[in-house]
């Protein structure tokens, strides 16, 4: 097993760091704040604004939708972090050669 010269503490700080800004806790935060702002709207907004779906509140159903996927993801995220790759396989590849077809 070949040292990177990292401690197990600095590898646990990259982890860390690296989860941080996973996408998908990205992409949970901004659809839980879209959420939000159509939530208030659906509730918080004009009669007229409100049915003009053919009587649906869209801004608060839609909002809902925003609000359970966002809820999802970062449910995702945190329940599956993402792990870096030990050093020993760092770089290798899954070692399948994909080669386009013969003309």
């Known amino acids: 097993m070949a040292s990177t010269g990292a401690t197990d503490e600095e590898e646990i700080r990259a982890a860390k760091a690296a989860n941080r800004f996973d996408i998908r806790r990205l992409i949970g935060g901004v659809f839980l704040l879209y959420g939000l702002i159509l939530v208030a709207l659906g509730l918080f907004g ?58």
């Open 46 to 103: 004009s009669h007229e604004i409100k049915n003009k779906a053919a009587g649906v509140n869209i801004d608060l159903w839609t909002g809902l939708g925003m609000l359970v996927f966002g809820a999802l993801m970062v449910f995702w995220a945190l329940y599956r972090p993402t792990m870096p790759e030990p050093p020993e396989t760092r770089g290798e590849g899954s070692g399948r050669i994909r080669r386009a077809p013969a003309t």
